[in-house]
């Protein structure tokens, strides 16, 4: 039997405790089916696992740690609601920058001190 064949049914068998029997029985179509929703939860727990390492390292050095915990484990109406904050924030970035440039101001000036903090009319 080819290896990877070998491979996908001992993924399977794992996962799910299941006998060499029972799972040679199952329609190939299953078996791939199952075999990529396995992988598919596999990169999703890495990734997660991932963020959480992030969070761990950013948490013991700084108090932005706890701020990204909260998104990562944020509810979807949360999600949402940080969502359109993002999207005010962004208008009034850009309203302030249109001001900015009314004045007479330069465009590269506004955006650095903006990321200061410091705009100033």
Not at 77 to 105: F, P
Request: glycine share 4%; charged share 35%; no cysteine.
């Amino acid at each position: 039997m080819n290896k990877e064949i070998l491979s996908i049914l001992d993924v399977l068998m794992s996962e799910y405790g299941w006998t060499i029997e029972y799972t040679m029985k199952l329609p190939i179509t299953i078996i791939r089916d199952l075999y990529e929703k396995i992988i598919e939860r596999q990169r999703a727990d890495r990734k997660l696992q991932a963020q959480m390492q992030v969070i761990s390292i950013n948490a013991a050095f700084s108090d932005k740690g706890l701020e990204m915990i909260d998104k990562v484990f944020a509810t979807e109406a949360e999600k949402e609601e940080a969502k359109e904050e993002e999207i005010d924030e962004a208008a009034q970035k850009g309203q302030m920058k249109e001001l900015w440039v009314r004045m007479g101001k330069k465009p590269e000036d506004f955006e650095e001190q903006y990321q200061k903090g410091e705009v100033q009319f």
